[in-house]
């Protein structure tokens, strides 16, 4: 059984439809990247998975481990173990980091009927977690992403993704605005996820990322819809021949 | 309003006035007496405000005015050491306990304390502090400074405060001295079936380089209306540090109009924590003069609000000599039909170059029927200063509770936890632990009753786990 399997999705926001019957599928252990224009849906499409509100699925289906995704609050979908690494991190100034992710931890523990982690159990896995992204530990007092750089901001989601341990993590543009170090950094945390039991969903508009991030397939999205997939060469193709090539109408057959 | 209507309103308060004035006279020093005379022929010359009355436009004071309040006699207060238990604060240094206006040392907790001094501090119940002026023995420090601040001009509360006072605390803290724990003022109103009404007063003379902490807290026993009208005048003196807190936690029929009149020398710096969340009409004035140059001030306020609950906080910050600096920041939580009012005046003398004065006001509002009004005012004469304001009113973010709930959190907790945080930015400026923890527990209970009385939206109550987010804030 695939781990997400997206059948012909449409979505909308405020009325205008974004996605216009996707179609991908998943499966536990590969690394997907999506890539595409500005515009082409790709935010939404995390979005939807991550399950705001605020964007409405208008047909198709969407199986998470088996089981109805667009059913699910977002709460539900989190324990469940879908995780975004959101493009702009929220603040949340008055909640520190490290009892906003023991919460979160805790949270997806109790819905999975598992034992809450007290204080002792979590700061040495928090701590560590925190060394892998070159974290200062001054970091688990602040408050949630106030005051963080926006390379902060990034590694505290990435941060996030090592400790809740999601099925499939979807990182949302997460290279945009980084500089190679902070670039390097994401990427090494993401890289010590891998497993055969996770599955990823990598969207980014260029193909640095992928530098760094080995990526077993990429799928390009125009018009809400997946227009060319391939392996990772297609990156590559798409650095060179830019985003035009696909809307050309140059169809290759999904892999 | 015809004169005859005004002064049938205030009948209650004539009467009052005959009576204290017949049992004092022979007790008082004269210069007290004219004090009270003074105050109240500006009183019964005035009456109450309206709301054409600038500074109460957003607040009606008719339920107050049409109420009839009455002394309360002195009375045995020895009963009551039950239910005084739950009110006490835990680390206090110690505690004066004052029922129904009158100062009960058999339930106050003055062990620390038991001749009326220590090695820092002189505390006297405040009639006892004045009357023995008559027989030369009163405390250093009382005819210099009682009344002398408190506006009885401008502000008809401090007028009547001063004609109707019969007791309060007066606290000295010697020069030099640093006092380790907050002292805990604890003002009662116990109705037992009337309408009570109570004009505590407060003095408090922080003498050269002292440091102290005082925590003013008013409740009431019983569901009656009763009026508390107090009045505070804390005189920081040269390089002290001083943080004052206001706890108004009274029932929710209470009327509560309290001033508080800071006086700041040189360098001194002084905070003052407001926490409101009981009363039906709350009026919280906080008035400093920094009269000193490079003193320094925090006006820190949080105020929550359900029912239909009306909250009005009324901030005069005064710079009147160079180098000073001042820091007002109030949130305010409103739920149900309650209503706030954050008015914050800032006036800059034309000595005071060099002025740095901000004022913040962030406002939540839980439901569409609750309301905020809030009015910056600033005045300034001189014409090197830097003045900020700011004001926000909104609802909890959709953003953040959508990261909230894409961590796993169900959520009505993700929408407390927020709340909580929103709460908790107040206590993130109170420095002083045995207060901070206490004001902690205050609010903590407050809005747990608040989300309870909201829980078909909100669902369940906040969980020991949240409780913990107190400790980890930061």
């Given at each position: 059984?695939?781990?997400?399997?997206?059948?012909?999705?449409?979505?909308?926001?405020?009325?205008?439809?974004?996605?216009?019957?996707?179609?991908?599928?998943?499966?536990?252990?590969?690394?997907?990247?999506?890539?595409?224009?500005?515009?082409?849906?790709?935010?939404?499409?995390?979005?939807?998975?991550?399950?705001?509100?605020?964007?409405?699925?208008?047909?198709?289906?969407?199986?998470?481990?088996?089981?109805?995704?667009?059913?699910?609050?977002?709460?539900?979908?989190?324990?469940?173990?879908?995780?975004?690494?959101?493009?702009?991190?929220?603040?949340?100034?008055?909640?520190?980091?490290?009892?906003?992710?023991?919460?979160?931890?805790?949270?997806?523990?109790?819905?999975?009927?598992?034992?809450?982690?007290?204080?002792?159990?979590?700061?040495?896995?928090?701590?560590?977690?925190?060394?892998?992204?070159?974290?200062?530990?001054?970091?688990?007092?602040?408050?949630?992403?106030?005051?963080?750089?926006?390379?902060?901001?990034?590694?505290?989601?990435?941060?996030?993704?090592?400790?809740?341990?999601?099925?499939?993590?979807?990182?949302?543009?997460?290279?945009?605005?980084?500089?190679?170090?902070?670039?390097?950094?994401?990427?090494?945390?993401?890289?010590?996820?891998?497993?055969?039991?996770?599955?990823?969903?990598?969207?980014?508009?260029?193909?640095?990322?992928?530098?760094?991030?080995?990526?077993?397939?990429?799928?390009?999205?125009?018009?809400?819809?997946?227009?060319?997939?391939?392996?990772?060469?297609?990156?590559?193709?798409?650095?060179?021949?830019?985003?035009?090539?696909?809307?050309?109408?140059?169809?290759?057959?999904?892999? | 309003?015809?004169?005859?209507?005004?002064?049938?309103?205030?009948?209650g308060y004539?009467?009052a006035?005959?009576?204290?004035?017949?049992?004092?006279?022979?007790?008082?020093?004269?210069?007290?007496?004219?004090?009270?005379?003074?105050?109240?022929?500006?009183?019964?010359?005035?009456?109450?405000?309206?709301?054409?009355?600038?500074?109460?436009?957003?607040?009606?004071?008719?339920?107050l005015?049409?109420t009839a309040f009455r002394r309360a006699?002195?009375?045995?207060?020895?009963?009551?050491?039950?239910?005084?238990?739950?009110?006490?604060?835990?680390?206090?240094?110690?505690?004066?306990?004052?029922?129904?206006?009158?100062?009960?040392?058999?339930?106050?907790?003055?062990?620390?304390?038991?001749?009326?001094?220590?090695?820092?501090?002189?505390?006297?119940?405040?009639?006892?502090?004045?009357?023995?002026?008559?027989?030369?023995?009163?405390?250093?420090?009382?005819?210099?400074?009682?009344?002398?601040?408190?506006?009885?001009?401008?502000?008809?509360?401090?007028?009547?405060?001063?004609?109707?006072?019969?007791?309060?605390?007066?606290?000295?803290?010697?020069?030099?001295?640093?006092?380790?724990?907050?002292?805990?003022?604890?003002?009662?109103?116990?109705g037992?079936?009337n309408a009570i009404m109570t004009?505590?007063?407060?003095?408090?003379?922080?003498?050269?380089?002292?440091?102290?902490?005082?925590?003013?807290?008013?409740?009431?026993?019983?569901?009656e209306p009763g009026f508390s009208n107090?009045?505070?005048?804390?005189?920081?003196?040269?390089?002290?540090?001083?943080?004052?807190?206001?706890?108004?936690?009274?029932?929710?029929?209470?009327f509560?109009?309290?001033?508080?009149?800071?006086?700041?020398?040189?360098?001194?710096?002084?905070?003052?924590?407001?926490?409101?969340?009981?009363?039906?009409?709350?009026?919280?004035?906080?008035?400093?003069?920094?009269?000193?140059?490079?003193?320094?001030?925090?006006?820190?306020?949080?105020?929550?609000?359900?029912?239909?609950?009306?909250?009005?906080?009324?901030?005069?910050?005064?710079?009147?000599?160079?180098?000073?600096?001042?820091?007002?920041?109030?949130?305010?939580?409103?739920?149900?039909?309650?209503?706030?009012?954050?008015?914050?005046?800032?006036?800059?003398?034309?000595?005071?170059?060099?002025?740095?004065?901000?004022?913040?006001?962030?406002?939540?509002?839980?439901?569409?029927?609750?309301?905020?009004?809030?009015?910056?005012?600033?005045?300034?004469?001189?014409?090197?200063?830097?003045?900020?304001?700011?004001?926000?009113?909104?609802?909890?973010?959709?953003?953040?509770?959508?990261?909230?709930?894409?961590?796993?959190?169900?959520?009505?907790?993700?929408?407390?936890?927020?709340?909580?945080?929103?709460?908790?930015?107040?206590?993130?400026?109170?420095?002083?632990?045995?207060?901070?923890?206490?004001?902690?527990?205050?609010?903590?209970?407050?809005?747990?009753?608040?989300?309870?009385?909201?829980?078909?939206?909100?669902?369940?109550?906040?969980?020991?786990?949240?409780?913990?987010?107190?400790?980890?804030?930061?």
């Open positions: 059984m695939a781990l997400l399997e997206i059948q012909d999705l449409h979505a909308s926001v405020d009325g205008h439809e974004i996605l216009k019957g996707l179609n991908l599928t998943v499966n536990a252990g590969e690394v997907h990247s999506i890539m595409g224009p500005n515009g082409s849906g790709k935010s939404t499409l995390a979005q939807v998975l991550a399950r705001r509100e605020a964007y409405q699925v208008t047909g198709g289906s969407v199986l998470f481990d088996g089981k109805d995704l667009l059913e699910m609050s977002p709460e539900e979908a989190a324990c469940e173990g879908v995780f975004m690494a959101f493009q702009y991190p929220v603040e949340i100034p008055g909640v520190s980091n490290a009892y906003f992710l023991r919460s979160a931890m805790n949270a997806v523990k109790k819905y999975r009927g598992q034992d809450e982690l007290d204080a002792m159990d979590f700061l040495p896995l928090y701590k560590e977690k925190m060394r892998l992204l070159e974290m200062d530990e001054k970091f688990t007092n602040r408050s949630v992403n106030e005051g963080f750089s926006g390379g902060e901001k990034k590694r505290n989601e990435i941060l996030q993704l090592a400790m809740l341990e999601p099925k499939l993590a979807i990182l949302d543009e997460t290279d945009s605005g980084l500089d190679i170090d902070a670039l390097r950094i994401v990427a090494q945390g993401v890289n010590a996820m891998r497993s055969k039991d996770r599955g990823f969903l990598v969207i980014t508009h260029y193909q640095r990322l992928l530098d760094y991030i080995k990526t077993d397939f990429v799928h390009v999205l125009v018009d809400g819809k997946i227009a060319l997939s391939g392996g990772p060469e297609l990156a590559l193709e798409l650095e060179e021949k830019g985003y035009a090539w696909t809307e050309a109408g140059e169809q290759v057959q999904p892999a | 309003m015809t004169q005859e209507t005004k002064s049938d309103r205030l009948a004539l009467e006035y005959g009576h204290l004035h017949a049992e004092r006279k022979n007790r008082e020093p004269v210069w007290m007496q004219q004090l009270r005379e003074d105050a109240w022929q500006r009183f019964s010359a005035n009456g109450f405000p309206t709301t054409h009355d600038e500074d109460w436009r957003f607040t009606n004071l008719a339920p005015a049409k006699k002195k009375s045995e207060a020895g009963f009551l050491a039950k239910e005084i238990e739950g009110f006490r604060m835990p680390g206090a240094a110690c505690e004066l306990v004052f029922v129904n206006g009158h100062f009960a040392p058999e339930i106050s907790d003055i062990a620390a304390l038991p001749n009326g001094q220590s090695a820092g501090i002189e505390w006297c119940a405040l009639k006892r502090a004045v009357d023995g002026g008559l027989e030369a023995s009163a405390p250093e420090g009382i005819e210099q400074h009682l009344g002398r601040y408190a506006d009885v001009r401008r502000d008809v509360f401090a007028a009547l405060n001063t004609a109707l006072w019969e007791d309060g605390a007066y606290l000295r803290i010697r020069r030099g001295s640093a006092l380790e724990h907050p002292i805990h003022l604890l003002y009662v109103t116990a037992a079936g004009h505590p007063r407060t003095l408090v003379v922080a003498e050269e380089h002292s440091q102290a902490a005082v925590v003013e807290d008013y409740v009431s026993i019983g569901e107090a009045v505070t005048e804390l005189v920081a003196g040269e390089g002290t540090v001083v943080s004052h807190f206001l706890v108004e936690r009274e029932n929710l029929a209470a509560n109009v309290s001033t508080l009149r800071i006086e700041l020398a040189r360098a001194a710096n002084v905070a003052s924590h407001s926490i409101l969340t009981g009363g039906s009409l709350v009026r919280n004035n906080v008035h400093p003069v920094l009269a000193g140059p490079g003193a320094e001030c925090l006006i820190n306020g949080l105020f929550i609000g359900a029912g239909h609950q009306h909250m009005d906080n009324y901030m005069l910050v005064e710079h009147a000599q160079p180098n000073g600096a001042s820091r007002q920041f109030y949130n305010g939580i409103l739920s149900g039909h309650a209503r706030g009012v954050f008015h914050g005046r800032i006036v800059v003398h034309k000595d005071a170059q060099k002025t740095d004065a901000k004022q913040t006001n962030r406002n939540l509002l839980l439901s569409d029927t609750a309301r905020i009004d809030t009015k910056p005012q600033l005045e300034i004469h001189a014409d090197d200063v830097k003045c900020t304001h700011g004001a926000t009113i909104g609802q909890i973010e959709e953003e953040q509770l959508f990261y909230l709930r894409s961590r796993g959190f169900p959520e009505a907790e993700a929408r407390n936890l927020l709340l909580y945080a929103f709460a908790a930015e107040c206590l993130d400026r109170v420095k002083e632990p045995a207060a901070r923890t206490f004001v902690e527990e205050l609010i903590r209970q407050r809005l747990r009753e608040l989300l309870l009385a909201k829980s078909e939206q909100a669902g369940p109550l906040p969980s020991e786990e949240e409780v913990q987010a107190w400790e980890e804030v930061g």
